[in-house]
């Protein structure tokens, strides 16, 4: 039996004889140069006749497709997606057999339409060498929304024209935490192109997020005027939620997310894009003379509901653009206020009704926590949210990830799960377990770091000692801070 991540939907053993692969080519396909180069250079074997055949088969779905070896190596798909995976899946049939094929047939298709990953290269600039290197770890595990999420308190990472201190002043902060290192870095729109790009020769979407209108203070220590109350202020250089966000009462405020969402749709033209939307303290919106009247203007009862109708403006623009557009989920009562065709990215267990949602649970699915929190076990055994779910997502958050290699150890093995999640509907820990040790192994082959078993499900003590280790980040988060600096804003609100 061979094991294969993610597990295929069906698998058909033909017979026990073996084929000796000695030479590989590839017939006429639908695939990029660069997909075509990527499994040459892997199978690492001289070029001869033509033996892997592909045939259009109209039949199958878009990323389906169907696999048999032997003598010729048959894939049937539709598109250009379809021979991809065919592809990865004959990959790990090389790598296991040793070049010395079983027969198969192979059918397969994903169970969920979004199977996706978040960088987040706000709070650590990763440079487009290594968003290519989290490209190539997506491609082997069958992903296809590549997330990146561009905009943050702690630096803005795109080029935007029409405001150049966005990435002049916004790109950059003095320190991080309480080290005295300068950090920043951004993608210039080539840089953006190159990545899109690069993305789409694997079949990768590229879903961008601006986070508004909270997680904004480098946009604000950029152009001052986008807060409620203006004052010169740093991009922020410790984590935490800050209370500077943008203010919604402004049509200018308005102006500048639209100004640059149009720059947005230049670089990005996939159709998933995300608009941010947790972690919005109301306490400027609240004292705000802008926002005040614009909940009077509007009859809006209260700053959630200012929120809400925020959010709509954003989506509707959005959508107008021929943008599918998800927000993070967050605990409110009336999150019905929220159209029903802005998405979620569903990080609780919260009810979405009718809405369509990704699952980037934080029980199975936030990468950037310690194993002792969510342990393999836990993202193998997690069941995707019922509902309208398009599928999940591997979340992988920055603040204590600052480098490709931390980035490998804290995604790796977990993603393998979500990937076969994603793909196949259904994981557990029985049955990935069984395959842990080929899996390393295929890890390795691909120069990719990871977590070894025993911190991967880490014992008791160890478990509790990574979370000690980890809520040391509550003494950055600056709560003394913000309290003080919301005794100023009252005061120059009184004025």
């Known amino acids: 039996m061979m094991n294969l991540i993610p597990q295929p939907q069906k698998i058909n053993y033909i017979s026990n004889k073996k084929v000796k692969l000695t030479q590989i080519a590839l017939g006429d396909n639908l695939l990029s140069k660069r997909a075509q180069e990527d499994f040459l250079s892997y199978c690492s074997l001289p070029s001869g006749d033509k033996n ?36 990865q899946t004959l990959k790990q049939i090389i790598f296991q057999s040793n070049y010395a094929l079983p027969i198969v047939e192979i059918s397969d298709k994903p169970a969920h339409k979004v199977r996706g990953f978040m960088l987040d290269v706000g709070r650590y600039f990763y440079s487009v060498s290594d968003v290519k290197k989290i490209i190539n770890r997506m491609l082997i595990h069958k992903l296809n929304v590549f997330h990146i999420h561009l905009t943050e308190d702690q630096g803005w990472r795109v080029e ?147 929120q809400f109708w925020f959010m709509n403006q954003v989506k509707n623009y959005c959508k107008a653009h021929g943008k599918q557009v998800f927000m993070w989920s967050w605990e409110l009562d009336n999150d019905k206020a929220i159209d029903t065709d802005l998405g979620f990215t569903k990080c609780g267990e919260m009810e979405t009704g009718d809405r369509p949602f990704i699952d980037t649970s934080t029980s199975a699915c936030y990468i950037d926590l ?19 779910a398009l599928g999940i997502e591997a979340a992988l958050w920055t603040e204590y990830v600052p480098n490709m290699k931390k980035a490998d150890l804290m995604s790796f093995p977990r993603t393998g799960c979500i990937s076969e999640n994603g793909w196949n509907g259904d994981c557990s820990w029985e049955s990935f377990s069984q395959k842990l040790n080929f899996y390393y192994s295929y890890l390795d082959k691909n120069n990719i770091g990871y977590a070894k078993t025993n911190m991967a499900n880490p014992n008791m003590l160890r478990a509790k000692l990574s979370i000690l280790w980890f809520e040391r980040r509550q003494l950055t988060w600056q709560g003394l801070t913000n309290i003080f600096d919301d005794k100023k804003i009252e005061k120059i609100a009184k004025k």
């Open 52 to 87: 892997v055949i592909f045939e259009c088969d109209v039949s199958l779905e878009e990323e389906e497709y169907f696999l048999k070896t032997g003598e010729q190596i048959l894939i049937k798909a539709s598109s250009a997606a379809g021979q991809l995976y065919a592809l």
């Open 160 to 306: 935007i024209s029409k405001y150049p201190l966005l990435t002049e002043i916004g790109s950059q902060r003095r320190k991080t935490n309480f080290n005295n290192k300068p950090h920043g870095g951004f993608y210039t729109k080539q840089d953006i192109k190159e990545i899109v790009d690069y993305a789409h020769d694997f079949c990768i979407k590229v879903m961008p997020e601006f986070d508004i209108p909270g997680h904004s203070r480098a946009a604000i220590a950029a152009y001052n005027e986008l807060t409620c109350f203006p004052r010169a202020l740093p991009v922020a250089d410790h984590w935490g939620v800050k209370h500077d966000v943008l203010c919604v009462g402004k049509d200018s405020t308005m102006k500048f997310v639209y100004d640059v969402l149009d720059e947005f749709f230049e670089m990005f033209p996939d159709e998933y894009y995300h608009i941010g939307g947790d972690e919005v303290p109301k306490h400027r919106w609240n004292l705000c003379p802008h926002c005040q009247a614009k909940q009077r203007e509007l009859g809006i009862s209260d700053s959630d509901n200012l």
């Open 370 to 388: 310690p194993y002792g929190y969510i342990s393999l076990k836990d993202s193998a055994n997690h069941k995707i949210f019922a509902g309208n």
